[in-house]
């Protein structure tokens, strides 16, 4: 069974290692390789003090965490971002994206009329699943072509 929680300082480590298998199987060679180090592990703690972020755990393991905020690209304190949305390798195709999904858009759709996110334009797993839990591709793009935008509207 899924349970979603809020993050705290203390999940830094697990959300890393996530974050590192997720970013270098997900996006293979599309990307350059992320390093599980102490570095990223403090940074992830950091990040996770600061709220918005929630874990995904299936049988009290972390198997995914999603965070949320203002929009960074365009900077814009009215319209929300979905920040980061991560599963581990051994839950995915479980549902554990798409709860994590109901929680960030129930808060993105609290505080914003409207959010954004980004993702990897030659990544159809990716927006498959952007697609499949109610984003739109929004046709504006960054990073010459490489990232595309998807948005939803709350009200
Ligand atoms: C994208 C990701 C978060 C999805 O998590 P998940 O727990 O597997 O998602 P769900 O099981 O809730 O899937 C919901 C729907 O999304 C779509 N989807 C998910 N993974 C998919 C894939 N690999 N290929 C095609 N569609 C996919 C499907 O429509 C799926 O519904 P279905 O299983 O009934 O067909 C996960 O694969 C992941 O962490 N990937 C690496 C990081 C990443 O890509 N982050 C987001 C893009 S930047």
């Known amino acids: ?11 830094g480590s697990d959300v890393a290692r996530v974050y590192v298998d997720s970013w270098n199987d997900g996006f293979g060679e599309l990307m350059p390789a992320a390093v599980l180090d102490d570095g990223r592990i403090a940074r992830w ?4 003090a600061g709220g918005n972020w929630w874990v995904a755990e299936v049988d009290g393991t972390v198997a995914g965490f999603v965070g949320i905020g203002a929009s ?3 900077i814009d304190p009215e319209l929300g971002e979905l920040d980061t949305i991560a599963v581990d390798s051994p ?4 549902g554990v994206g798409t709860a994590l999904m109901h929680e960030a858009v129930e808060h993105l759709a ?3 009329d409207e959010a954004i996110v980004w993702t ?6 990716g927006q498959e699943f952007y697609a499949k ?3 739109t591709l ?5 990073d010459d072509g490489r990232q595309v935008s998807y948005r939803r509207r709350f009200r």
Do not use: C, F, K
């Not at 069974?1 to 999940?11: E, F, G, N, W």
């Not at 703690?45 to 996770?48: A, K, R």
């Not at 929004?138 to 960054?142: A, D, E, L, M, N």
């Open 120 to 125: 990897l334009a030659n990544y159809p797993q």
């Open 133 to 135: 839990t109610g984003w």
């Open 110 to 112: 609290a505080h914003y």
């Open 138 to 142: 929004s046709g504006s793009t960054r």
């Open 72 to 74: 960074r690209d365009p």
């Open 91 to 94: 839950y995915r195709r479980q």
């Open 1 to 11: 069974m899924v349970r979603i929680r809020s993050a705290v300082s203390a999940d």
């Open 45 to 48: 703690s950091e990040t996770l």
